[in-house]
């Protein structure tokens, strides 16, 4: 897989997050909402982040650590910040 094609996967699972988080906060002003409905959405766009993250830092790991400029104390950094995020 091409990196283009790699970045037009993961632009699409943003557009898809964007899209759960957009009808949740329909959902605030709209008084007739479906509760369960809400919680379900709350649910997917919270697992499709997850999934988003766990995509981006498979596909970009090695090229954020292959990078010249990219030293210990960037690497360390990197790895603290995924270790940060994904043990929530």
């Not at 007739?32 to 649910?43: A, F, I, N, W, Y």
């Amino acid at each position: 897989m091409d990196a283009e094609e790699i970045r037009k996967q993961l632009s699409n699972r943003i557009h898809r997050i964007k899209g759960q988080l957009d009808a949740i906060e329909r959902g605030l002003y709209n008084e007739d909402e479906d509760c369960e409905k809400t919680l379900l959405l709350l649910k997917a766009s919270s697992q499709a982040l997850k999934k988003f993250g766990e995509a981006y830092v498979q596909e970009y790991m090695d090229r954020c650590f292959s990078d010249k400029k990219s030293g210990a104390v960037v690497q360390k950094n990197v790895k603290k910040a995924i270790k940060a995020a994904f043990s929530l």
